[in-house]
């Protein structure tokens, strides 16, 4: 079949070439791939994992091979996934890590959503936001544009943080109470921050966290490291905590919630960025400059079936 492999020598690290058709376990249903997003961290890294590997996680496709022990959506079923080679014509992926597609969204909207939504919907699920101030730093991006979204659902006071005035548009319409550049103007405690930004700015939205209050570290965009003043993380009183986040484990349940909500008209995919497959190198280049606010999908179907959903 033909990927997306790594290649160091090709453009953003990424070809298209030839792999093994994928032999999946019991529990793993096999997909036909008609789109799959990229998203910019796996881009930006592609380099470090082997060559020849299937890159690759988020993918939207119809069931062509059922699960062996029975479980997840039959052959035939629209299917939204999140799993390792994804950026291939199939991909085997774990029946607990797919959601059906619901009638009315499209497959191109389903693929933008994995990697990004999930991590945005889990993130903000740490805490209740209701009636909290929740900033949300790297805001354009991908996750950003989900969690400006699910933070205003929640009920938060959203203040969305951008690198670039001309990186702020669209975002008051999808939720945004503020939008700023950096963290200038943001004159009072926040109560969670959902951080893609890293670097200085880390170790700034620090000294906005109000007591109790938490930072969701998701993201590093920044070239440069955080760096924190002598006893300036010592804090008395309520706990201010930074978590990481890394949980992937089992999202089918959460993804069916966001396509859900995208059926539903509360939620809106952001994919400002479509094309041919053949064109990997122009979306990673986008990716990477930063000329993509939210979502970038890839087409696997020839240009002539683009409609087909």
Known sequence: ???????????????????????????????????????RGEVA????????????????????????????????????????????????????AVAEVPDGVGLAEAAAVPMAGITALRTLRTR???????????????????????????????????????????????????????????????????????????AAAWDLLAPGGDIQVIGWASDAPAEFAPYSLFHVGTPKTITTFGDVHEVGSDLATLLGFLADGRLSAEVSWRGPWERVADAAQALLDRRVA????????????????
């Not at 890294?45 to 993918?59: C, E, K, M, S």
């Not at 990186?167 to 009072?188: N, P, S």
């Not at 939210?294 to 959903?309: I, W």
Request: include cysteine; charged fraction near 20%; aromatic fraction near 4%.
């Open 1 to 39: 079949m033909h990927a997306l492999v790594v290649d160091p020598a090709a453009p953003c690290a990424l070809r298209r070439g030839d792999a093994p058709e994928p032999e999946p376990a019991p529990h793993q249903l096999v997909l036909a791939v008609r789109h799959f997003s990229l998203n």
């Open 45 to 96: 890294f592609a380099a470090r994992r082997p060559a020849g590997t299937v890159h690759g996680y988020d993918a939207a496709g119809v069931v062509v091979r059922a699960a062996a022990d029975g479980t997840g959506p039959a052959v035939g079923a629209r299917v939204a996934a999140f799993g390792a080679g994804a950026w291939a014509q199939r991909m085997a992926v774990d029946t607990t």
């Open 128 to 202: 209740s936001v209701l009636g909290r101030r929740v900033l949300i730093t790297g805001a354009a991006g991908g996750v950003g544009r989900y969690a400006v979204q699910l933070a205003a659902l929640g009920g938060a006071h959203v203040i969305a943080s951008v690198g670039s005035r001309a990186r702020a548009a669209g975002l008051t319409e999808l939720g945004a109470h503020e939008v700023v550049v950096g963290l200038d103007g943001v004159d009072r405690p926040v109560d969670l921050v959902l951080d893609n930004v890293g670097g200085p700015q880390l």
């Open 294 to 309: 939210g979502k970038a999908v890839l087409d696997v179907e020839p240009s002539d079936q683009l409609a087909v959903r």
